[in-house]
């Protein structure tokens, strides 16, 4: 079973409450490419089998998503000693190892009264994980139609809400030191690509930040991102250089890479001295 046909059965499956639920992470940037924005590129796309679904913490579901899973092929597999545990979802026949993971925002401390870690959320027969900053991605979804006609082989056309790309990239900076050290190079081609993608979008998403985004987060939030954006992508580290030699297509030059970064992150992020933004002009239409 091929990467598509195994997110296409989590599709149906979840179906019903795709309305509720937001597709982040890895499958997030690469359904990004079938967006109305999205500039053609050639080169393939960088892939994940694991599926990450957010959703707000406050959500009421209607029905049994666990149940639907089931009936999909998809069976629990319990990690850590949390109260509920962790939870992925895998396919019981996929012999590659696609999975599923419910996601919601952490607010607040993780370490409750008494020293309990909260990091779990149980709701409609599943258990969600939650983590820092992924209330971003919640903010200002887009959505892309997804059927067969794309190669994603769901029983009917769907739409799916994803993170814009401003927040998107926003998301990957932020949680940079949470990383692995082995998904850090990881996460900067996923910027650098997104950055690619959207290139010629780069007003419109930097009016997205300013006015719709920007005013939605935390000060000390705004302030971790410009600090990190210029730690990460300011000159070329051992992240970037690992990051240009993921690609098997196409030829990457680190200090293109970091040239490419850190210019498309001052066009949607930043400011000018005075500490106010620029100015940009947009497309009618509103933000997709």
Not at 63 to 78: H, K, N, T, Y
Not at 154 to 167: F, I, K, M, T
Request: a neutral charge; hydrophobic letters at 40%; aromatic letters at 8%.
């Amino acid at each position: 079973m091929n990467d598509l046909a195994a997110f296409a059965r989590l599709l149906d499956a979840l179906r019903p409450w795709l309305n509720e639920l937001v597709i982040v992470g890895g499958w997030a940037h690469r359904l990004h490419r079938f967006h109305s924005l999205a500039h053609p590129q050639t080169y393939a796309v960088v892939g994940t089998k694991d599926a990450d679904v957010a959703f707000s913490a406050g959500t009421s579901f209607d029905g049994d998503i666990a149940a639907a899973l089931r009936r999909a092929g998809f069976r629990e597999d319990l990690s850590g000693d949390h109260r509920p545990p962790i939870t992925q979802y895998r396919l019981e026949s996929e012999d590659d190892g696609f999975s599923a993971e419910f996601l919601v925002p952490l607010l607040g401390s993780e370490i409750k009264r008494g020293g309990r870690r909260d990091v779990t959320l149980a709701t409609a027969g599943i258990t969600a994980q939650k983590l820092r900053h992924l209330d971003l991605l919640l903010l200002e979804t887009w959505h892309v139609r997804l059927s067969r006609d794309v190669e994603v082989p769901v029983a009917g056309p769907v739409d799916v809400r994803l993170p814009n790309p401003a927040s998107f990239i926003a998301q990957r900076i932020l949680i940079y030191k949470e990383r692995a050290p082995s998904r850090r190079a990881q996460d900067a081609l996923y910027i650098h690509d997104a950055l690619e993608l959207f290139g010629g979008e780069l007003p419109l998403l930097r009016s997205l930040w300013r006015e719709r985004i920007r005013p939605s987060i935390h000060d000390r939030t705004a302030r971790l991102l410009e600090r990190s954006r210029h730690e990460q992508f300011d000159s070329v580290t051992d992240v970037i250089r690992n990051a240009a030699r993921i690609p098997q297509d196409r030829i990457l030059r680190p200090q293109r890479f970091q040239a490419t970064c850190a210019y498309g992150l001052e066009e949607i992020f930043g400011t000018t001295s005075s500490g106010e933004s620029r100015e940009v002009r947009t497309g009618t239409g509103g933000f997709a």
